[in-house]
């Protein structure tokens, strides 16, 4: 389990993995090969039912491996950090999934995706804000820093502004320390508290960070 959170109506929804047989021939790999299948549920708290089930290799259609930026380890491709908005960090993405599991859109941090936008790769922590029918607005811990790419782009806290009807992406705001760059290669979060402040916790970095002014 990598992240989970509890809805106001008592659901839980919570990633997972799963060690699943495929054909990895397409990617260079075996024909009988084994990927690590990230998954996502929601799940009744009082009674353990599953009402909802996701899975990244059911899609690959509509998230083809070719979008993929470079990672370690090389099966888990998916890597899901969020739910019914997936964050995946090694897509450098976030998809909206639809009630039938298909993928509604992508918005991704390298190429854009159904929407304008570059900048954003292997993120964390994705949570969606002021949410309407016309748009909404999220925030991601953006690593910008993985295993095998790190040490070019610093760590921020972001809040983004998304239209649905134009498909563009402005910045809102982010949150760096100039006087103390953090690259970060994995995890992290960014944390919105009372009176506009925000709480960073740099992951695979030992530090925290309170930061004041953030538009909510």
Not at 75 to 104: E, M, P, Q
Not at 107 to 114: F, M, P, S, T, Y
Not at 131 to 148: K, L
Request: charged share 20%; with cysteine.
């Amino acid at each position: 389990m990598h992240e989970n959170t509890v809805t106001f109506d008592g659901k839980m929804l919570v990633t997972g993995y799963n060690v699943t047989q495929t054909d990895l021939s397409s990617v260079g790999g075996p024909k009988n090969g084994w990927i690590t299948d990230s998954l996502f549920y929601e799940i009744e708290v009082k009674t353990n039912e599953i009402l909802f089930r996701w899975s990244a290799l059911d899609h690959i259609d509509q998230i083809p491996l070719d979008h993929v930026q470079p990672f370690y380890p090389v099966k888990d491709w998916g890597h899901n950090n969020g739910t019914y908005i997936i964050s995946s960090r090694y897509y450098c993405s976030l998809f909206k999934i639809a009630k039938d599991g298909s993928v509604d859109w992508t918005l991704q941090g390298q190429a854009g995706g159904d929407f304008e936008l570059n900048g954003i790769s292997y993120q964390h922590n994705a949570r969606i804000h002021d949410e309407a029918e016309d748009g909404f607005m999220p925030s991601i811990f953006n690593n910008a820093n993985s295993d095998v790419q790190n040490g070019t782009d610093h760590t921020e806290g972001i809040l983004m502004s998304v239209s649905l009807a134009t498909r563009e992406v402005s910045l809102v705001q982010d949150l760096h320390d100039q006087r103390d760059e953090i690259f970060s290669n994995s995890q992290g979060n960014t944390q919105f508290l009372p009176g506009n402040h925000v709480l960073m916790g740099y992951g695979s970095n030992p530090k925290i960070k309170e930061y004041t002014g953030l538009v909510s």
